[in-house]
Nanobody
């Protein structure tokens, strides 16, 4: 059973920063990839950032240059460093892990005030 636990969300002013963490149960090297998605009210869930087991990264267009995804294999944790936050970044952020199926965390709320 895979468990993903997100933390680090909160309320921040526009221009501020947050670091989200996703702690996985067990060794994250068994996942083909891990990533962050977000869902704002009334909108579809969208990709924020994605990192493969080999360290290759991919970002959604709206966060390129502002967000950075990284992983610490020793801590079985994936991070999302979010800088220059904007009100439109407000959403619930979900951690995702992929093997032969998708796994999701419960989500953490990020609210950016103008």
């Amino acid at each position: 059973q895979v468990q993903l636990v997100e933390s680090g969300g909160g309320l921040v002013q526009a221009g501020g920063s947050l670091r989200l963490s996703c702690a996985a149960s067990g060794n994250i090297n068994r996942f083909n990839a891990m990533g962050w998605y977000r869902q704002a009210p009334g909108k579809q869930r969208e990709l924020v950032a994605h990192i493969t087991s080999g360290g290759r990264t991919n970002y959604g267009d709206s966060v390129k240059g502002r967000f950075t995804i990284s992983r610490d294999n020793a801590k079985n944790t994936v991070y999302l460093q979010s800088n220059s936050l904007r009100p439109e970044d407000t959403a619930v952020y979900y951690c995702n892990a992929i093997t032969s199926r998708n796994y999701w965390g419960q989500g953490t709320q990020v609210t950016v005030s103008s």
